[in-house]
């Protein structure tokens, strides 16, 4: 039988949530990186290719977010049949799901992702780029946002708009943007939030 503590619980919560923001930040460095890499043989406007990225990861933690909701639904459907304290149904279904991660069925979400990029709106691309190539980042995002949703409060991003104020608590300039203009012309990463207080920031292009 699995003892519970709320001093527990809180140490696994704090662990998790700083592996999570360090994972954040890694596939920041890294699978986004290998991703431009992969879009630039076959797109050479790198506003197009960052552009790409950022819906990849937005469309993603979408997609997790759906699946995880979804999931939280059903565990929590079942528990009701015999659950009992001493934590909530709620806290209870979140704990279930961060112990059986293989209740997501992540492959079913990279497909969605990719399906909603082919008919994304604002995303100017070649009729011929594959969003496959980029597969690799969005399996990633897609696992570690909904991973992130089993944490009280969970953590998520900031959804940017074209043309908005730059908020420098909320985002960097990238290098080549126009560190004198005032307004966000594209979004390259998005912020970590956390109950809406900007816990990573993200990266904008800036231009007049």
Request: aromatic residues 10%; hydrophobic residues 45%.
């Amino acid at each position: 039988v699995r003892t519970w503590s709320p001093a527990r619980a809180g140490r696994v919560s704090a662990s998790n949530r700083a592996c999570f923001i360090a994972r954040f930040g890694s596939i920041y460095a890294q699978e986004r990186l290998e991703a431009e890499t992969l879009l630039r043989t076959c797109i050479c406007d790198m506003e197009c290719v960052q552009r790409i990225i950022y819906a990849a990861a937005v469309e993603s933690f979408r997609a997790a977010k759906m699946a995880f909701w979804k999931i939280k639904l059903s565990v929590k459907e079942t528990l009701a049949l015999d659950h009992i304290g001493p934590d909530s149904l709620e806290f209870a279904a979140l704990d279930y799901i961060a112990r059986h991660k293989d209740l997501y069925d992540v492959c079913q979400s990279v497909e969605s992702v990719i399906c909603s990029m082919n008919a994304h709106p604002k995303i100017p691309y070649p009729p011929d780029v594959d969003f496959c190539v980029i597969r690799t980042l969005i399996r990633e995002l897609c696992c570690l946002a909904f991973s992130m949703q089993t944490l009280v409060p969970p953590l998520d991003i900031a959804h940017g708009v074209d043309g908005e104020l730059f908020n420098r608590t909320m985002y960097y300039r990238s290098c080549d943007s126009d560190f004198t203009a005032p307004f966000v012309a594209y979004h390259v990463w998005p912020a970590l939030m956390e109950n809406g207080i900007v816990i990573v920031k993200g990266e904008v292009v800036t231009k007049r």
